[in-house]
């Protein structure tokens, strides 16, 4: 029953990714669900991307480990959703574009900033590359398929629905997997696990008070969660990705915020489940294992097919998402920095790196890049240090010059260059010399001394050219139509002199709720 559930929900991921096929008229439609999202749609594919299998195995397994500590993973990306969705998420929306590069070169005006496509192109792969083998491993229990075979079946799933549709596929099985994750964690697994573990009493007869210690995982891991995760949350391309779907800066601002109070609801009930599964079942030696562990233990055939068909669908879609993350920022901003570096003209390279060319050759972005994402995923078994490599490149080179971008107007261009390269070494300099990848020290020095160059820098360069100002200005102030802001893939309208249509009057598009 169990397998039969999930050979259900897999094929359902198909036929819900040839349903958005139909949505998908032209690359604006492939690549940000034609910018028509409503507040329904917004909320829960947010939501849906941004809770993976870190967040639902994961989470469970840091309550299993930790008690009620083990919920700050997930808080502190809940957190950074809140802070990107009241601060920054409406104006992002306005901006029209597809990538965060493209975000850097229409504020600063400069060419070179699409090299931070690169840094981000690493980020969205391994994310994608990570959840792959995170779901495969549920795969290799339910059908008893070695590893390769797992990575095959479920990278080429995500990759059929993601490239057949493009971004409004991955929205509708998004909302199939938001409406699992609800079901298989609030409507089952927790108070399954409550129930079998006594409830608030029987935790605390058998783990003790310690077990509802908010610190016991340590102030130095939790500042380490909030400075990764809720930072990456603010400029992770998949992130951005979503926002662009949303049909007005008012959706992406409380839609977000309303996905914002659901993840953290999802992690306060990640932690409570884990700690009620210490309670009942003690013994598990890895905590990634505590999630399936609990499943078959506690529920009935058919309801622990649910639930794991929850854990495959949060992977699922973080993997969708990052896979299409990484094939739009791999034709908007890498490919034409390709082609510069072998000497194809500026407009050459522009008119390649507009997303609004045709929806075929996004399309096979996502096919070749989806078939790359298995072969990786096929030959690692641990990804977790390139992971948090590519994680901490992106907040210790990137994220400096991305905000700073939005609140110092006197930011220049040579600020955020400088910013990005010196972040990005001092990042990876300080992992050499440590000889570790998975310390903590790293991200603070990149991140300091990022800041301390972008400030110093700009502030010994001319100001940013008040013409690509006033672009940027009238962006931020909405005053630029989808087809004229979104096809920016080159923003070459953000050059000095450069102007861009204004929107006609009353101009509206059809909205999706």
């Not at 500026?346 to 972005?365: F, G, I, K, M, T």
């Amino acid at each position: 029953m169990d397998i039969a559930i999930i050979i259900i929900y897999l094929g359902a991921m198909l036929l819900f990714g040839w349903w958005g096929k139909s949505r998908t008229k032209n690359s604006a439609d492939f690549l940000v669900a034609g910018r028509r999202l409503g507040p329904g749609l917004y909320t829960g594919t947010m939501a849906a991307v941004v809770l993976g299998g870190a967040s639902t195995v994961g989470g469970v397994g840091l309550g299993y480990k930790y008690g009620i500590s083990g919920m700050w993973l997930v808080v502190s990306i809940a957190v950074g959703l809140f802070l990107l969705s009241i601060l920054f998420a409406s104006r992002i929306q306005k901006l029209k574009v597809y990538t965060v590069a493209q975000m850097l070169k229409l504020r600063y005006g400069m060419n070179a900033t699409s090299s931070s496509g690169i840094v981000m192109m690493a980020y969205t792969l391994m994310l994608s590359v990570t959840s792959t083998i995170a779901y495969a491993t549920i795969f290799n229990v339910l059908f008893g398929t070695d590893r390769t075979i797992s990575v095959i079946i479920g990278g080429g799933i995500v990759m059929l629905y993601s490239s057949i549709g493009g971004m409004w596929s991955i929205t509708l099985t998004d909302m199939v997997q938001f409406v699992l994750k609800t079901i298989g964690v609030f409507f089952l697994l927790l108070p399954f696990a409550w129930a079998n573990a006594g409830g608030y009493e029987g935790i605390v007869d058998r783990l003790g008070a310690a077990a509802f210690d908010l610190g016991a995982i340590g102030v130095d891991t939790i500042i380490t969660f909030f400075v990764i995760y809720t930072f990456g949350m603010l400029i992770g391309q998949d992130i951005w990705q979503r926002v662009f779907t949303a049909r007005s800066p008012k959706v992406a601002k409380w839609g977000g915020t309303a996905a914002a109070v659901y993840c953290l609801l999802y992690g306060v009930a990640g932690a409570v489940i884990g700690m009620s599964a210490a309670a009942f079942l003690p013994g598990i030696e890895a905590s990634d294992d505590v999630y399936a562990a609990i499943t078959q233990q506690i529920l009935p055939v058919g309801l622990s097919g649910i639930v794991l068909a929850a854990a495959v669908a949060a992977m699922m879609s973080t993997a969708s998402g990052a896979l299409i993350a990484t094939a739009t920022v791999a034709r908007a901003d890498v490919m034409p920095l390709v082609k510069r570096l072998f000497g194809r003209s500026a407009a050459d390279a522009a008119a390649n790196a507009n997303p609004e060319h045709d929806v075929r050759s996004n399309r096979l972005y996502v096919m070749v890049l989806g078939i790359a994402v298995i072969i990786v995923a096929a030959l690692l078994n641990d990804v977790v240090a390139a992971l948090t490599v590519a994680y901490d490149i992106l907040v210790g080179g990137l994220l400096v010059a991305i905000l700073g971008g939005f609140v110092w107007k006197r930011a220049t261009g040579a600020g955020a260059l400088w910013s990005m390269g010196v972040g990005t070494v001092v990042t990876l300099g300080t992992m050499a010399i440590m000889g570790n990848v998975l310390a903590n020290e790293p991200i603070y020095f990149g991140l300091g001394a990022s800041l301390l160059v972008y400030i110093v820098v700009s502030l010994l360069t001319p100001k940013t050219p008040a013409s690509v100002l006033k672009i940027w200005n009238d962006r931020l102030a909405g005053r630029y139509d989808d087809e004229a802001a979104g096809a920016d893939a080159d923003v070459d309208a953000a050059t000095p002199g450069a102007a861009a249509p204004v929107a006609a009057p009353g101009a509206t598009r059809p909205a999706a709720e």
